[in-house]
């Protein structure tokens, strides 16, 4: 696998009449193309993970992909029932919908290489990823830190390092105002420096990562937390 280092194709198909055989085949064809690139996007993180500019170039396209597939989505409410009830419009939809959920799971993941903040990946979401980390070679530790209600794992491969966050409470139950957030305090092996971070409950949040241009990775030695 290569790394990226192509110019995305921007497939923005318009919004097609399904009625017609030849233009239903078509957008198929066409998204089976998105779905094709964000494939090859997703190993080639998972194989050169150490290249910073490789994994924004990924990141940038995997956004472009997201936003293609809401703008599908959304065509659906310009649809009569008649054509939403077609199976070959509903089989197109649940293409977009696939698509839509690894889309959603790498540009989360690799938010913080962007320099944005990120939420924190679903236990549901980083049971998709681990899979796809072992079948490339990374190990993943549970590192030995003792905090209350949560866990510290590192994803290592090659020359790059991703350190997690997991509040092991139960995920928020938003509809019912029940939260399960944590505080996170921790401290590095370098002159006493660390962090402090939000975690939502049952997420895994990103706190360090290291590649080839972000060279400063620390050993955390001791944690602690507080709910919220």
């Given at each position: 696998?290569?790394?990226?280092?192509?110019?995305?194709?921007?497939?923005?198909?318009?919004?097609?009449?399904?009625?017609?055989?030849?233009?239903?085949?078509?957008?198929?064809e066409?998204?089976?193309?998105?779905?094709?690139?964000?494939?090859?996007?997703?190993?080639?993180?998972m194989?050169?993970?150490?290249?910073?500019?490789?994994?924004?170039?990924?990141?940038?396209?995997?956004?472009?992909?997201?936003?293609?597939?809401?703008?599908?989505?959304s065509?659906?409410?310009?649809?009569?029932?008649?054509?939403?009830?077609?199976?070959?419009?509903?089989?197109?939809?649940?293409?977009?919908?696939?698509?839509?959920?690894?889309?959603?799971?790498?540009?989360e993941?690799?938010?913080?290489?962007?320099?944005?903040?990120?939420?924190?990946?679903?236990?549901?979401?980083?049971?998709?990823?681990?899979?796809?980390?072992?079948?490339?070679?990374?190990?993943?530790?549970?590192?030995?830190?003792?905090?209350?209600?949560?866990?510290?794992?590192?994803?290592?491969?090659?020359?790059?390092?991703?350190m997690?966050?997991?509040?092991?409470?139960?995920p928020?139950?938003?509809?019912?105002?029940?939260?399960?957030?944590?505080?996170?305090?921790?401290?590095?092996?370098?002159?006493?420096?660390?962090?402090?971070?939000?975690?939502?409950?049952?997420?895994?949040?990103?706190?360090?990562?290291?590649?080839?241009?972000?060279?400063?990775?620390?050993?955390?030695?001791?944690?602690s937390?507080?709910?919220?």
């Amino acid at each position: 696998m290569r790394r990226i280092v192509f110019s995305l194709l921007f497939l923005l198909m318009p919004l097609f009449s399904f009625a017609q055989k030849d233009v239903f085949e078509q957008s198929v064809e066409e998204i089976n193309k998105v779905n094709d690139i964000l494939i090859d996007c997703m190993a080639s993180f998972m194989e050169f993970p150490e290249t910073h500019s490789n994994t924004i170039n990924i990141y940038d396209r995997v956004v472009t992909i997201k936003k293609l597939c809401k703008d599908q989505q959304s065509s659906k409410y310009q649809m009569s029932t008649s054509i939403l009830s077609n199976p070959k419009v509903q089989q197109y939809y649940r293409m977009i919908d696939e698509i839509q959920i690894y889309a959603d799971i790498f540009e989360e993941l690799l938010r913080s290489f962007k320099g944005y903040n990120s939420a924190g990946l679903s236990q549901d979401q980083m049971g998709i990823l681990d899979p796809m980390f072992r079948k490339f070679g990374w190990k993943i530790n549970l590192l030995d830190i003792n905090c209350k209600d949560t866990y510290f794992y590192e994803y290592q491969l090659k020359g790059c390092k991703m350190m997690f966050i997991k509040n092991t409470l139960p995920p928020n139950d938003y509809r019912n105002y029940i939260y399960h957030n944590i505080e996170v305090d921790f401290t590095y092996d370098y002159y006493g420096t660390g962090g402090k971070y939000y975690v939502g409950g049952g997420l895994y949040r990103m706190i360090q990562f290291k590649d080839d241009e972000n060279v400063k990775y620390h050993k955390v030695i001791k944690a602690s937390s507080e709910r919220k």
